[in-house]
T-cell receptor
Framework: AQSVSQHNHHVILSEAASLELGCNYS??????LFWYVQYPGQHLQLLLK??????LVKGIKGFEAEFIKSKFSFNLRKPSVQWSDTAEYFC???????????FGTGTRLQVFP | DVKVTQSSRYLVKRTGEKVFLECVQD?????MFWYRQDPGLGLRLIYF???????EKGDIPEGYSVSREKKERFSLILESASTNQTSMYLC?????????????FGPGTRLTVL
């Protein structure tokens, strides 16, 4: 069955620490991958996406993610987090021939000054 | 900018009531989706629609129905609300022809069923 796993449920960091959030997917065939972010009280918005080409994709606010096909992973990274990065982060996948997204369970990130 | 709006940010209803959640998008998108978001469970697809009057069940359709009479509007209906339907409901839209695009989300409706 198609699925997306996020193993970090709650991450707590101090400002300037480095961040890596794990995402693994289980999909047959070509897959598109996404990271969404939901800041407190705000709607879900796209952080970055991977469709093809360079497996290292850069998104907004200094985030990046690396698609590693052999590991079925699409981990999100940021070298130095800020207090304003406090949010919930969702990884999602979409098969090439479908419009439906499958979401992971989310990772709540708290950044302390 | 794509805009997806939902009729209410917060809603409180009683068990057994019929509840309507409305969603409107202004980008002429064919696809529209309803999710519920629960802590520790992420987003789960309830229903989606790929055209007017067309609908398809998602992963958790039980207890819900939908209506899409116009392209821009997608309604989620709880025929008889129950306490286990207390949740955050998110609407999204997308264009099926835009293979390099993704879904756009509304602000959500937090529904409490007492």
């Amino acid at each position: 069955a198609q699925s997306v796993s996020q193993h970090n449920h709650h991450v707590i960091l101090s400002e300037a620490a480095s961040l890596e959030l794990g995402c693994n997917y289980s999909y047959g065939g070509t897959v598109n991958l996404f990271w969404y972010v939901q800041y407190p009280g705000q709607h879900l918005q796209l952080l970055l996406k991977y469709f093809s080409g360079d497996p290292l994709v850069k998104g907004i606010k200094g985030f990046e993610a690396e698609f590693i096909k052999s590991k079925f992973s699409f981990n999100l990274r940021k070298p130095s987090v800020q207090w304003s990065d406090t949010a919930e982060y969702f990884c999602a996948a979409r098969g090439f021939n479908t419009d439906k997204l499958i979401f992971g369970t989310g990772t709540r990130l708290q950044v302390f000054p | 900018d794509v805009k997806v709006t939902q009729s209410s940010r917060y809603l409180v209803k009683r068990t057994g009531e019929k509840v309507f959640l409305e969603c409107v998008q202004d980008m002429d998108h064919e696809n529209m989706f309803w999710y519920r978001q629960d802590p520790g469970l992420g987003l789960r697809l309830i229903y989606f629609s790929y055209d007017v009057k067309m609908k398809e069940k998602g992963d958790i359709p039980e207890g819900y129905s939908v209506s899409r009479e116009k392209k821009e509007r997608f309604s989620l209906i709880l025929e008889s609300a129950s306490t286990n339907q207390t949740s955050m409901y998110l609407c999204a839209s997308s264009s099926p022809g835009a293979r390099l695009d993704t879904q756009y989300f509304g602000p959500g409706t937090r529904l409490t069923v007492l």
